[in-house]
């Protein structure tokens, strides 16, 4: 299955139901694949939600997030600090590399410079590049 942490942008963009981004949010309530959290990433998460929309939806879309059997869990014991141009993003790199993710799923260029790295590998890309992967995933499936 394929493993994924999901950028904060990328995570508000899909909650909308007019969303053309809202098949990554049913894809993690459908277990299509496993989302990759922290607890600083799942704080973001509500903060953010909070912010935007009101503390019920904060409340109700991260406590489903804890409950999810295609959720986990990760502790990354190191700090890489790779992200310059915004260090509170070094927590979504961070759990990419202890988790070995699949991807890291971001429009936020302060990522971009990752993409030349050879180590650790950090594999970011854009929800459309994660849409190509996770159909690519479902035809090796079949």
Same mark, same amino acid.
């Given at each position: =299955?394929? #493993?994924?942490?999901?950028?904060? !942008?990328?995570?508000? *963009?899909?909650?909308?139901?007019?969303?053309?981004?809202?098949?990554?949010?049913?894809?993690?309530? !459908?277990?299509?694949?496993?989302?990759?959290?922290?607890?600083?990433?799942?704080?973001?998460?509500?903060?953010?939600?909070?912010? #935007? /929309?009101?503390?019920?939806? *904060?409340?109700?879309?991260?406590?489903?997030?804890?409950?999810? @059997? /295609?959720?986990?869990?990760?502790?990354?014991? $190191?700090?890489? !600090?790779?992200?310059?141009?915004? *260090?509170?993003? !070094?927590? $979504?790199?961070?759990?990419?590399?202890?988790?070995?993710?699949?991807?890291?799923? /971001? &429009? %936020?260029? &302060?990522?971009? @410079?990752?993409?030349?790295? %050879?180590?650790? @590998?950090? @594999?970011? =890309?854009?929800?459309?590049?994660?849409? &190509?992967?996770?159909?690519?995933? =479902? /035809?090796?499936?079949?």
């Amino acid at each position: =299955m394929i #493993r994924a942490v999901i950028d904060t !942008n990328i995570l508000i *963009a899909s909650l909308g139901k007019r969303s053309p981004y809202r098949w990554l949010y049913d894809g993690i309530l !459908n277990s299509s694949y496993t989302v990759l959290l922290t607890n600083s990433i799942l704080n973001e998460y509500h903060e953010v939600l909070q912010f #935007r /929309t009101s503390n019920a939806v *904060a409340d109700n879309v991260c406590n489903l997030l804890c409950v999810l @059997p /295609t959720v986990e869990f990760i502790t990354p014991y $190191f700090a890489w !600090n790779l992200v310059e141009a915004d *260090a509170d993003d !070094n927590k $979504f790199v961070d759990c990419a590399v202890a988790a070995g993710a699949h991807a890291l799923v /971001t &429009h %936020d260029n &302060h990522f971009t @410079p990752l993409k030349a790295l %050879d180590f650790p @590998p950090v @594999p970011v =890309m854009s929800i459309e590049e994660f849409y &190509h992967l996770l159909q690519q995933a =479902m /035809t090796l499936e079949q």
